[in-house]
């Protein structure tokens, strides 16, 4: 869109407006590990990674607005497109997860070619480590500032925001729940009034660091990819996450375990054998970022 304009009016300038936007935000989990463990190949690891991610982005009418080192964002809605801005993030982030799947199975094969004929040395299953990449994805949306800033120098195109930081703040809590994406509220609803495609499970209700009030946050499956029995183990999930908001969990502990699922781990551990404190008000306050 910077490019269709600056061509138009053959100048670019330092301005900006409101707009209602969604944000992607992904980021390479443990990332000062694999630059300890590669040193300057991290370059070329990141440059391989960029290469898919930024297509993907692109595909689903996004634009790049930033790479701050092992991280991503990226804007949707300043581009025409037949679905809806969160629509295409969504599909963006799980595309974005499934090329990174992809490279490291790629590394496993090669991984499995070499040890047929020897075992890997230590320094080499550093690397091997170091090369398995695994990202983490926050989709937030709403109003935003978005435009040029700097100076005639230098000026760069960006999007400022408290929407911006809410999605770089939910692709944080992915390590926590450990959950490939996770997105708002504001996505899950503008999303479901398009298509039935993703389905969306509440995770929790979190007052994030900075913040004075608890958010709900959802994980998209994509219900054409993804088996009913994996389904059914969300809706459980659910059910238990219900009892949890109020109070009772005793139930709650028990449908944690029926569940089977990781992130029910998160749950089982805050409670343990406790019941809930007298001034539960359901809300998970977050002391980091």
Not at 120 to 137: F, I, M, N, P, R
Request: aromatic fraction near 10%.
């Amino acid at each position: 869109d910077v490019v269709v304009k600056a061509y138009s009016e053959q100048s670019i300038a330092l301005e900006g407006s409101q707009r209602e936007l969604t944000m992607l935000f992904s980021d390479i989990r443990s990332f000062t590990y694999r630059t300890e463990t590669l040193g300057n190949d991290i370059i070329d690891v990141l440059n391989v990674h960029y290469n898919k991610v930024i297509h993907k982005v692109h595909e689903n009418s996004g634009v790049v607005g930033s790479i701050i080192g092992d991280a991503i964002l990226a804007i949707y809605g300043t581009l025409d497109s037949k679905m809806s801005k969160s629509y295409n993030a969504i599909r963006s982030a799980w595309d974005i997860t499934r090329v990174t799947a992809t490279l490291r199975e790629a590394m496993i094969q090669k991984r499995v070619e070499i040890e047929k004929k020897r075992k890997l040395t230590e320094s080499e299953e550093k690397v091997y480590q170091a090369v398995l990449l695994d990202v983490g994805v926050g989709i937030d949306g709403g109003n935003v500032f978005y435009g040029n800033i700097g100076s005639n120098e230098h000026m760069a195109n960006t999007v400022i925001g408290d929407n911006v930081n809410s999605a770089s703040r939910l692709e944080g809590l992915t390590r926590v729940y450990h959950l490939p994406v996770i997105v708002s509220e504001y996505i899950r609803d503008e999303v479901l009034n398009e298509s039935a495609r993703y389905k969306f499970f509440e995770i929790d209700t979190v007052q994030v660091k900075g913040k004075t009030e608890g958010k709900k946050i959802y994980f998209p499956i994509d219900s054409n990819e993804t088996d009913e029995l994996v389904i059914n183990k969300y809706s459980i999930f659910e059910n238990g996450l219900n009892a949890y908001y109020e109070g009772d969990w005793k139930t709650a502990r028990k449908m944690f375990k029926d569940c089977e699922l990781e992130v029910s781990h998160i749950f089982l551990e805050r409670m343990g054998n406790k019941n809930a404190p007298e001034d539960w008000n359901g809300i998970w306050t977050m002391t980091t970022k």
